[in-house]
């Protein structure tokens, strides 16, 4: 019997990043939000390990600008370009 294959895909973005917020949160107040991110991708990653499996990482790049240092130890590919940097403005 063939087994199935899938493919997940992770964007990595704080919850107030996400379109569905984009009316109630500025961009400009990003700043000033509670930062989130590297703490729940973190448990993420343990997770993903725990059981054995693999993602492709999309990091939003506001996110990879203000954490450097955290994407490499992460070790989380780092897409970076204008259309990840501001794709939710």
């Known amino acids: 019997m063939d087994s199935i294959r899938n ?3 992770i964007d990595v973005e704080d919850y107030f990043q996400v379109a569905a917020l ?3 949160v500025r961009r400009d107040d990003w700043e000033s939000m509670e930062y989130r991110v590297e703490a729940n991708t973190d448990r ?3 997770l993903l390990d ?3 499996t693999h993602a492709t990482f999309f990091t939003l ?3 990879a600008e203000r954490s450097p240092s955290w994407c490499g130890e ?3 590919p780092v897409m970076k370009s204008p259309a990840t940097a501001t794709a939710i403005s």
């Open 7 to 9: 493919a997940l895909t």
């Open 44 to 46: 993420l990653l343990e």
């Open 50 to 52: 725990r059981f054995d």
């Open 61 to 63: 790049g506001w996110v």
């Open 22 to 24: 984009a009316e109630a």
């Open 74 to 76: 992460s070790a989380l």
